[in-house]
C-alpha cells in the first residue's frame, strides 16, 4: 500500500522528479511510473493496481497532461475506485484544454513556478494527512474486495472475526466521508455479514438440539442460546445497517431501483427484528441505539423514495438495445438490439416473446415502429429487408429496402410506410400491396431517423449528411427545405404535435429547436429558434434520439453520455435521469405522455417517471453561477456568474434579458418595489439597473434600464443589498469594511472592525440591524448606525449570513462546514447544524421562518427544521458547488445557483416533507417503494427469488 499515486506527463518528468523526492524525504510512500514503457495490457495492470492500493490519487495538471490519453484513463479508474483525488497544478496555460469535470470540481493546490514550493507542499502534506485512518482501511478493504471478486466471490476471502467488525464499523461511520465507499466494498462487507449470520443460524440449531440431549446440558445450552441469540441479533442489525448503506451507495451511482430494493430489505429486517430489539432495551443506552438505527433505515427509504423516477427496468436482450416502440392502443413494448432480436414486452415488464433474426452483422435491426391502430408493427435490418407483423408477433410480409435500413415509420392512417436507409434514400410503401410508391432523393449520406406530422402532411428526415429535409407529402412528396446548422451527423428528428416546431439531434453533442409559426403558408419558413445556448451544449456525448411528448408540450433526448434529458418545448432543461450504464439509443413517450422508456448499450429498456419531483433546470449562463435572487413579488429570477451575465427570468423559466458587465458582478439585489437591480462589481463599482418591461435592447449600457455606477470601496465589492425601505443599498468589500449609501450613490458611513474581507453583509428585515460576514472567521451584528453590538465566532471563513422573517435570528454558513443559528437580542449561539461535507456557502430562513436551506461545495441543497435543527432532505440535482440560494417571496419554492452553470427551482411541496424521520411509520414508507417496486420484482429475470420476495 502507498500514500500516493502521481499521474503525470513525462514531458513534466523533472518537477514530478523534485515533487516525488519531496514526498520520500517527509517519509511517504510513493507510487510513480518513471519509465516509458510501451502501452500494453501488462503494463496498464500494473498502473490499475498501483492506483489500487495507493491512499490517494495525486493528478499533477499542464497542457500536456490534460492532452494524454493515458492520464485520461488513469483519472477514470481512480474515479472507478473511488479514490482521493487531489488536483496539482503546475501550468496554468490551460486555454485549448479540456479538464476532466472530476478534477474542474475540487480544489487545486498551486505548484506553479511563481508559487512557493514549501508552502505549497505543506498544503500537500497535510491534505495526504487528512482522514488517514479513513484512507487507510478505504484502501485495504477495498483490495480484499478486488480479490474477492476476482476470485469468483469465493467464501473462503470474506471478512470474519474482529476484521468483519472493523469494517461494519468503519462503513457505518464513515460512509459519507470522502472518499466514499463504494457499492463493491457495500457489498463485500454484507455478503461476509450474511456468512456470519448463516453460520450462527448452525451455531444456534446445534445449540437447540443439546437442549434436548440431557438435562444436565441444559443450563449451559441455555447460557448459550442466549449468545447465539444476542449475537445473531447483533449480526441482523449490522446486516440492517449494511443494507442502508448499500442502498446509498447504490443511490449515488443512479442505481434508483437497486437503492430502493436494498432500502426496503433494510426496512422489512427491521419490522421483523423490531419486537425482538424492544424486548432487549433495558437501559437509555439501549434505547437511544435502537432509535438510531430505526432512524438510519428510514432516512435512507426515505431518500430512496424522494430520489426515485424509475420504475421499472427490462433485462433480457444479450446485446446494446438500438430502439423502442411503445403500442398507442395495446400494453405492448418492442425492443430492438444488438442481439439479432426483437422483444415484445406488457407494460409492466412481462416477456411476451422473442423473435429471433440472428447476431449476424447482416441481420442486426435497427428499427421499430408500431402502426397509429397499434394492429401492426415494422421492423428494419442492416440486410435491406423491413419486416411487418401483427400486433401478436406474427409475421405478415417483407418489403425489400435493398440497403442497410436504419428507420421505419408508419403514416398515422397506418396505409403507408417509410423507410430510411443507407443508400441516402426515403422509400414510400403501400403496405397492403407491399409496392414502393415514391422513392425520396436528397440526402448525400445515410438516412437516420424519420418524423411524420400529425395530419401526415409533413415529413421530416435526418441524415448522416448533417441535414435535416421537410417533405411536402400533400404536394407530390416535394422537398420544401434542407435545414442545415448542426456540425455532423444528425441521428434524430421529431414534430411537436402541431408541426410548429422540430427538434432534432445530432453527433455533435448539441440538440436544436426549428420553428415555423405556419408551415401551410410558409412551407421553407423553418429557422433555429433562438433558444439554443442550453441545447447547443445539452450532453457531453453524441445525441442519439429526440422526441416530443403527445401533447407535444416537452420533448426528451437520449445521448452516448447515458443520460436522458427532459425539456420544456422552448428549450428549457426541466429534468435529467440519471441510471442507464451504457449510451442511451433510443426513447420513446408512452402514450399518455406520463413516462419515458429507453433503450441502452446496456442492455436495458427502462421506465422512467415523469411525474413526482421534477425540479425546473434553468439554463443560459456558460460558466460557474455567483448569485441568485428573486424580485418582491415572485415574478423575476435573477442570476450572475463567472460569464459576466445577469440573466432575468420570468416565472415560466424563459430568459428574458442578458445584462452584460464587462468585470463581472459578485452578487444582485432586487429593490423592494421590484424596479431596480443592483450589482456588485469585481472593479470595485456599484451599479444600478432600472427593471422596464421592455427587453428589447442588447447592450443594457446604452439602454435607458442602465440607471448609474460608482466606486464604492478600495477593492472589489463583494455584495451589495437594497435596505427594506429601498432608500439605502449596503455594500461588501475585499477591504475588510462594509458601507452604507443612499441609492443616489452619497456615501453615509463605513463600518469598520473586520479584520480580512467581507464577504457578504445583509439589513434586518426591519431595517434595525445588520450583519456582515468575514474571511476573518466571524460574522457581526451591527445596528443601523454602524455600532458593533456581537461577534459570532466561526472556525473558518463565514461565506455568507442572513436574518429570520421576523429579525429574532441570523443563521450562518461557513466553511467550517456548519451551519449556526444565532439569537439577535444577545449574540448567543442557538443551535449547530452538521450534515455538510464540505464548505458551505449559503444558508437562508424561509419566508415563513419555518425552515432552513444550505448549500455547499458538497454540491448538496439541505433542508432543516429551523424549531429543532433536525435535517428534512438532502438534495443532490446539481453536479457543482451550490454558490448562493433564494427563497420564493411567500411560496414554497426555493432557487439555487451553482458552479455547473445552472439555476434550479424546487417546488418544496414535491418533496413530501417528513419533519420526524425517527418517529414515521415504516411500513408506510415500505409500503409506498414497494408499490414502485412491484412491476420489477415480478418480472424481472436477473433478480434472486429471495429479492422476488422482498415485499411479500
Avoid at 439577535?824 to 425552515?851: P, Y
Wanted: glycine share 6%; hydrophobic share 40%; net charge negative.
Amino acid at each position: 500500500m502507498s500514500d500516493a499515486f502521481i499521474s503525470y506527463s513525462r514531458k513534466n518528468k523533472a518537477f514530478v522528479q523534485k515533487l516525488a523526492d519531496s514526498l520520500k524525504i517527509a517519509a511517504r510512500k510513493i507510487w510513480v511510473d518513471w519509465e516509458g514503457i510501451p502501452l500494453s495490457s501488462e503494463w496498464w495492470k500494473e498502473i490499475e493496481s498501483g492506483i489500487e492500493h495507493a491512499n490517494t490519487f495525486i493528478f499533477i495538471i499542464t497542457p500536456e497532461s490534460l492532452q494524454s490519453e493515458v492520464c485520461g484513463k488513469e483519472i477514470e479508474h481512480a474515479l472507478k475506485r473511488g479514490k482521493r483525488i487531489v488536483p496539482i497544478i503546475q501550468n496554468d496555460n490551460l486555454s485549448d484544454c479540456t479538464v476532466h469535470p472530476a478534477i474542474a470540481a475540487l480544489n487545486w493546490i498551486y505548484f506553479r513556478e511563481k508559487d512557493d514550493f514549501e508552502k505549497s507542499f505543506q498544503d500537500l502534506l497535510n491534505t495526504l494527512n487528512t482522514d488517514l485512518d479513513h484512507l487507510h482501511t478505504h484502501t485495504r478493504l477495498l483490495n480484499r474486495a478486488l480479490e474477492w471478486d476476482k476470485q469468483g466471490r469465493d467464501k473462503s476471502f470474506l471478512l470474519v472475526g474482529r476484521d468483519l467488525q472493523a469494517a461494519q464499523q468503519w462503513l457505518s461511520t464513515h460512509f459519507l466521508n470522502d472518499p466514499k465507499p463504494l457499492p463493491l466494498h457495500v457489498e463485500y462487507v454484507v455478503s461476509s455479514e450474511q456468512l456470519k449470520i448463516t453460520r450462527q443460524k448452525r451455531i444456534f440449531t446445534a445449540i437447540v438440539t443439546g437442549f434436548i440431549i440431557t438435562l444436565f446440558l441444559a443450563a449451559f445450552a441455555e447460557y448459550q442460546r442466549r449468545d447465539a441469540v444476542n449475537a445473531k441479533n447483533n449480526a441482523e442489525k449490522n446486516h440492517i445497517v449494511a443494507l442502508s448503506a448499500l442502498g446509498k451507495a447504490r443511490l449515488l451511482k443512479d442505481d434508483q431501483l437497486g437503492s430502493l430494493l436494498a432500502s426496503v430489505e433494510a426496512a422489512k429486517k427491521m419490522h421483523k427484528l423490531a419486537p425482538v430489539i424492544e424486548a432487549e432495551v433495558h437501559s437509555a443506552k439501549q434505547l437511544q441505539d435502537e432509535q438510531s438505527l430505526k432512524t438510519t433505515v428510514q432516512a435512507a427509504l426515505h431518500e430512496a423514495l424522494y430520489a426515485n423516477y424509475e420504475i421499472n427496468r427490462l433485462e433480457g436482450h444479450s446485446n446494446a438495445v438500438l430502439k423502442v416502440a411503445i403500442n398507442p392502443k395495446k400494453d405492448l413494448i418492442a425492443s430492438v438490439s444488438y442481439d439479432g432480436s426483437l422483444r415484445l414486452w406488457q407494460h409492466d415488464g412481462h416477456f411476451i416473446k422473442s423473435i429471433e433474426f440472428s447476431e449476424t452483422p447482416q441481420n442486426i435491426i435497427f428499427s421499430v415502429d408500431f402502426s397509429r391502430d397499434g394492429e401492426q408493427l415494422a421492423v428494419s435490418t442492416r440486410s435491406g429487408w423491413v419486416y411487418l407483423y401483427d400486433s401478436e408477433g406474427n409475421e405478415i410480409k417483407r418489403l425489400r429496402h435493398g440497403s442497410s435500413v436504419h428507420c421505419v415509420l408508419f403514416s398515422p392512417d397506418g396505409r403507408l410506410l417509410f423507410s430510411g436507409g443507407n443508400d441516402h434514400s426515403i422509400k414510400v410503401w403501400d403496405i397492403a400491396t407491399a409496392k414502393m410508391l415514391y422513392e425520396l432523393k436528397a440526402h448525400q449520406g445515410a438516412v437516420e431517423d424519420l418524423s411524420i406530422s400529425k395530419d401526415g402532411r409533413w415529413l421530416a428526415s435526418a441524415s448522416s449528411d448533417n441535414h435535416i429535409g421537410i417533405w411536402d407529402l400533400a404536394n407530390n412528396y416535394k422537398l420544401v427545405q434542407m435545414l442545415s446548422g448542426h456540425e455532423d451527423r444528425v441521428y434524430g428528428v421529431s414534430f411537436n404535435q402541431d408541426s410548429t416546431l422540430l427538434v432534432s439531434a445530432s453527433a455533435d453533442n448539441s440538440i436544436k429547436l426549428w420553428k415555423n409559426p405556419n408551415p401551410a403558408q410558409n412551407p421553407e419558413g423553418w429557422t433555429l429558434s433562438s433558444k439554443q445556448d442550453a441545447l447547443s451544449t445539452a450532453h457531453s456525448n453524441w445525441v442519439y434520439s429526440v422526441r416530443f411528448s403527445p401533447n407535444g408540450d416537452i420533448f426528451a433526448s437520449a445521448s452516448a453520455d447515458g443520460m436522458v434529458k427532459l425539456w420544456n418545448h422552448d428549450g428549457t432543461l426541466l429534468k435529467t435521469f440519471r441510471g442507464h450504464t451504457g449510451a442511451v439509443q433510443g426513447l420513446n413517450f408512452s402514450p399518455d405522455g406520463k413516462q419515458i422508456i429507453t433503450a441502452s448499450a446496456d442492455k436495458s429498456v427502462r421506465i422512467f417517471s415523469l411525474g413526482g419531483n421534477i425540479v425546473e433546470i434553468l439554463q443560459g449562463h456558460t460558466a460557474s453561477l455567483k448569485d441568485v435572487t428573486y424580485s418582491p413579488n415572485g415574478e423575476w429570477l435573477a442570476s450572475t456568474g463567472s460569464d459576466k451575465t445577469v440573466i432575468l427570468w420570468n416565472k415560466s423559466g424563459l430568459v428574458q434579458r442578458r445584462i452584460r458587465y464587462v468585470a463581472g458582478l459578485r452578487t444582485i439585489d432586487f429593490s423592494p418595489d421590484g424596479n431596480f437591480l443592483v450589482g456588485a462589481g469585481y472593479d470595485n463599482t456599484i451599479v444600478i439597473w432600472a427593471h422596464p418591461e421592455d427587453s428589447s435592447h442588447d447592450d443594457p449600457l446604452k439602454m435607458t434600464g442602465y440607471v448609474k455606477a460608482w466606486v464604492a470601496q478600495g477593492a472589489s465589492v463583494k455584495s451589495v443589498r437594497f435596505s427594506p425601505d429601498g432608500k439605502y443599498i449596503l455594500s461588501a468589500s475585499a477591504d475588510n469594511t462594509l458601507k452604507l449609501w443612499k441609492t443616489s450613490g452619497e456615501f453615509i458611513r463605513s463600518f469598520v472592525g473586520h479584520t480580512d474581507v467581507v464577504n457578504d453583509a445583509n439589513f434586518s428585515p426591519d431595517g434595525q440591524r445588520v450583519v456582515s460576514s468575514s474571511a476573518d472567521s466571524t460574522a457581526r451584528i451591527w445596528d443601523i448606525e454602524g455600532n458593533l453590538l456581537y461577534i459570532l465566532p466561526h472556525n473558518d471563513w463565514v461565506n455568507r449570513s442572513s436574518f429570520s422573517a421576523d429579525s429574532k435570528k441570523v443563521v450562518s454558513a461557513s466553511s467550517d462546514r456548519l451551519v449556526r443559528v444565532w439569537s439577535v437580542a444577545d449574540g448567543k449561539l442557538l443551535k449547530t447544524l452538521e450534515g455538510h461535507h464540505d464548505w458551505v456557502w449559503d444558508a437562508r430562513f424561509s419566508f415563513d421562518d419555518k425552515l432552513i436551506a444550505s448549500g455547499g461545495a458538497d454540491d448538496t441543497l439541505r433542508l432543516w427544521d429551523a424549531e429543532t435543527g433536525k435535517m428534512h432532505h438532502v438534495l443532490k440535482e446539481h453536479t457543482g458547488w451550490i454558490r448562493a440560494l433564494a427563497f420564493k417571496p411567500k411560496e414554497r419554492a426555493l432557487a439555487t445557483a451553482s458552479s455547473d452553470m445552472t439555476v434550479i427551482v424546487w417546488t418544496l411541496d414535491a418533496l413530501k416533507e417528513d419533519s420526524d424521520l425517527t418517529t414515521s411509520k415504516l411500513n408506510d414508507l415500505t409500503s409506498q417503494a414497494c408499490k414502485i417496486l412491484h412491476n420489477y420484482l415480478q418480472n424481472n429475470v436477473n433478480l434472486s427469488d429471495s429479492e422476488r420476495t422482498i415485499c411479500q
